[in-house]
């Protein structure tokens, strides 16, 4: 029996989405249509948060692998590209959400409490797979636990805690499954399981400390040659001071406890010398990777960022819906939701190709038969 033509309207389910705009109320005849706007933004930004979490587990479960094959690697780049678009899209829809006046809003803002956004489960499933710590998160009001917002007012769970739940279990986030992957990274050859590996990466590390001290002291030089007086000269020595014993602080994970330092030392040095020997075959789309993780993580601030200024906006520094401070609570969140910090924190180390550390043996890092 052959099955009966396929029809966009069916297969896409056009009618029953389009039947999804009536709020609280029976249709959405009976709304304004800055409160038809309203709900639709959300449900298309919740739509966009599905794809981006599919997309999350996958490049999650790549380099969850006890092996991630080098040809996989540029999938993993076209996931984390896709991801990136995908956040400019939601941060875009804000544009739309400002083309209310603050009365527009007010009109219908009341039909909202206590409900907030902060319930949205998708975007705390969002940050539990990126790997934002629980004890990173800002509370939102008088809750015990962001999991408490998402249950029902007597306490029972929902659909959305449960999935949160469950997103919790999930492991490993997406920071902790690149930091394995980091930590296995070849440098200078020499692989975690090699014998003598550890004596490697801290001689890898002190001649790339001694490469950034002496570009920094070169710069020191000229800054210093322009001081304006002895004050002024004492303030940019501190300062190239300071920078010198930051980079040696970073790479030698003193910010660490010892018994993580070792591990943390070794991440760190990958990503320096993932991002020093680009243009090696072996390290190109692992830069790739490096570079895609700063631009997610920039997206998502950059969405974070935007939220608070339509908000702002639109109702000012009035306390939200839900109880929590508003603008004041998005603020922060883009300040403190920080996740792949030490990928960011490479930035300030990097030097110039010219002055980069000899490389003993370059050839270890090109595609050949082994």
Known sequence: MSRAATTYWDYIKVEEMLSLQSGLAESDAELENDEVLFITVHQIDELWFKLIIRELVAIRDLFAAEHVAEQSLSAAVRGIRRVVLLLHNVASHFS??????????????????PASGFQSAQMREIEILLGLGEGSRIALGNEGSYLDALRDADGNPTAASERVRKRLADSPSIKDAIDAWLYRTPIRGSRPSDEGDAAVVDTFIEDYLAAQARQSAHNEGDAVAMAKNDADEERLRARYSKERDGARAFLCADDLP????ARARRIRAAIVFIESYRELPLLAWPREVVDGVVALEQAMLIFRQRHARMVERVIGR??????????DYLDQTALKYRVFSDIWAVRTLLLRRAVLPDLPNPDFYDFVVR
Do not use: C, P
């Not at 400002?98 to 409490?113: G, H, I, N, V």
């Not at 010892?258 to 330092?261: G, L, M, S, T, Y």
């Not at 009035?318 to 603008?327: I, M």
């Open 96 to 113: 739309l959400m400002e083309s209310m006046t603050t009365r527009d809003y007010l009109a219908f803002r009341d039909k909202l409490s």
């Open 318 to 327: 009035r306390t939200g819906t839900g109880g929590s401070a508003g603008v």
């Open 258 to 261: 010892e018994a993580e330092r």
